[in-house]
């Protein structure tokens, strides 16, 4: 299995911070990276694909970068609603995996 | 508009069988190749199971976590999935989810919203 690691696991921030969050996958992955969105009690949904990918009606201050082993998403100007958590996914094999999650909270 | 809506979850002992759906509809369903992930509550998401598509001969394959306990399957003329879940253990305790993968990136969209499974004596 090709572990994912999030970092941090958490962070807190301001409206209007740069946000980043990385991302490493055991091994290479090449760009098969995805990154999502969970606010509490709903389900993911995709902001990232194919490592820098944005996925059609996504704000353009998401963005993603990294090929190989090493990803970021960057949120460049946080909004209110950016406040969730972000899942790393790689889809490069079976069992596909997540990294543990992203909490961004409010400072 | 494409969605995916799960179903089945309960409350059931541990030792237990339940068997979840997920009803597809917006696109071509025959062709596209579906998945379970799962969620425990205030935990990360992970992936449980996934069928391929009859081209690909229906190929299955599961988290090591389940395997020999869960049985997803299809019926491409209803547009359904199921996921049979067989030797329930407490830790199975979690809202599953159906989804589907897109493009070459094989990303998750969309999610269903989810059905909870309650393992519980």
């Known amino acids: 299995d090709i572990q994912m690691t999030q970092s941090p696991s958490s962070l807190s921030a301001s409206v209007g911070d740069r946000v980043t969050i990385t991302c490493r996958a055991r091994q290479s992955i090449s760009t098969y990276l995805n990154w999502y969105q969970q606010k509490p009690g709903r389900a993911p949904k995709v902001l990232i694909y194919g490592a820098s990918s944005l996925e059609g009606g996504v704000p353009s201050r998401f963005s993603g970068n990294g090929s190989g082993t090493d990803f970021t998403l960057t949120i460049s100007s946080l909004q209110h609603e950016d406040f969730a958590t972000y899942y790393c996914q790689q889809s490069y094999t079976t069992p596909r995996t997540f990294g543990q999650g992203t909490k961004v909270e409010v400072k | 508009e494409v969605q995916l809506v799960e179903s089945g979850g309960g409350l059931v002992q541990p030792g237990g069988s339940l068997k979840l759906s997920c009803a597809a509809s917006?696109?071509?369903?025959?062709?596209?190749?579906m998945h379970w992930v799962r969620q425990a509550s205030g935990k990360g998401l992970e992936w449980v199971a996934f069928i391929r598509s009859k081209a690909k001969n229906y190929a299955t394959v599961y988290a090591a976590s389940v395997q020999g306990r869960f049985t997803i399957s299809r019926d491409d003329s209803n547009n359904m999935v199921y996921l049979q879940m067989n030797s329930l253990k407490i830790e199975d305790t979690a809202v599953y989810y159906c989804t589907r993968p897109i493009g070459p990136a094989n990303y998750f969209d969309p999610w269903g919203q989810g059905t909870l499974v309650t393992v519980s004596s």
């Open positions: 917006g696109f071509r369903f025959s062709d596209s190749a």
